[in-house]
């Protein structure tokens, strides 16, 4: 079956530009989430949702980030005002549900890039 | 908080070598551990994970890991290294569990590099 997808695979923007990153989770997945990876690092937890709703946003580094989810599929990762230092991979994965030893299946990441 | 510490950031072993990449982690509850391995401009793919019970765990690959409470460790093996096998590998631990969130918390890499 289809694994988790996102959209774009790369995206260059210019400092202070405002970006969209579209992850795709599997089908009937109620739990999702969104990591960054910053070159050299391990992924670092942004948020996550159950359903339509965001249970724990506390990952978010500020303000200019925020994500939805409004049909409790598909999320949308908004960034404002982008600045170089948010250039890194952007991961999503999609668990059943929230329990803790659900296996989170990541899709292949959104690339962005800040000049 | 839990936090997990990946000690070698590159691992370098010949084909049929001994694969070990140790992680070691912090918790104040009873963990559970998770490694992934990330084949380069793939996503993340689960090898295997310790929940409760056993605490060898086998995982894909001919991959297993074995924690190690006393030691809080949860070292990743296999015995014989192929040349498929080098990506990078990230050990990780769910969150405190007080919220039963699932949440990830990794640590930082380890790249095995397999030498011919």
């Known amino acids: 079956g289809a694994g988790v997808s996102q959209t774009p695979s790369n995206k260059v923007t210019e400092k202070g530009k405002y970006v969209e990153l579209r992850c795709d989770p599997i089908?009937?997945?109620?739990?999702l989430y969104w990591y960054r990876q910053s070159l050299g690092q391990g992924p670092e937890f942004l948020i996550y949702?159950?359903?339509?709703?965001?249970?724990?946003d506390s990952g978010l580094p500020n303000d200019r980030f925020f994500a939805v989810r409004p049909e409790g599929s598909v999320s949308t990762l908004k960034i404002q005002r982008t600045e170089r230092g948010d250039s890194a991979v952007y991961l999503c994965?999609?668990?059943?549900?929230?329990?803790?030893?659900?296996?989170?299946?990541f899709g292949p990441g959104t690339r962005l890039t800040v000049l | 908080a839990q936090s997990v510490t990946q000690l070698g950031s590159h691992v370098s072993v010949s084909e049929g070598a001994l694969v070990l990449l140790r992680c070691n982690y912090s918790?104040?509850?009873?963990?559970?551990l998770f490694w992934y391995v990330q084949y380069p401009n793939q996503g993340l793919q689960l090898l295997l994970k310790?929940?409760?019970?056993?605490?060898l765990v086998k995982g894909i690959n001919g991959f297993e890991a074995e924690f190690k409470k006393s030691e809080t460790s949860f070292h990743l093996t296999k015995p014989s290294a192929h040349m498929s096998d080098a990506a990078e590998y990230f050990c990780?631990?769910?969150?405190?569990?007080?919220?039963?969130?699932?949440?990830?918390?990794f640590g930082q890499g380890t790249t095995l590099q397999v030498k011919p």
């Open positions: 310790y929940t409760t019970g056993a605490t």
């Open positions: 089908s009937g997945h109620t739990a």
């Open positions: 990780a631990v769910s969150d405190d569990g007080s919220s039963n969130t699932g949440k990830l918390i």
């Open positions: 949702f159950q359903g339509t709703g965001a249970a724990d």
């Open positions: 918790s104040s509850v009873p963990p559970y």
């Open positions: 994965a999609s668990s059943p549900g929230l329990a803790t030893t659900d296996t989170q299946y």
